[in-house]
């Protein structure tokens, strides 16, 4: 199990360098991931959490690399698209050992 900080807003791009602006109003969340948690219990929570539409908002999970990581990487790297279990999945074991910051829009 993974604790994983959740905020809400959306991603703009600065020149190469992307940075999520977070909508204030709706705040932060705590989620608890277990092992072998799924795209779509994911998806629930951010929905639920969020009081989002689940019929008519499309909802967006990503999130950016650790610095650590990125320092390997060029400057113009995009944010991770968590789309399906095997994304959440890795999300999990990146949460393992690094601090990670879901982001939803």
Known sequence: MVQLPVV??????????WEFVVDNQKK?????????CTHGELLEMAQE???LDK????????YS?????????GPDTPLIHVTNDRQVW??????KTHIVRLCVS
Do not use: A
């Open 49 to 51: 959490d969020y009081h």
């Open 90 to 95: 890795n999300l999990i074991e990146l949460c």
């Open 28 to 36: 932060g969340r705590m989620f608890l991931l277990h092992d072998g």
């Open 55 to 62: 019929k008519n908002e499309m909802v967006e999970l990503t």
């Open 8 to 17: 809400y807003g959306e991603w703009v791009q600065k020149v190469s360098l």
């Open 65 to 73: 690399l650790p610095d650590v990581i990125l320092e390997q990487m």
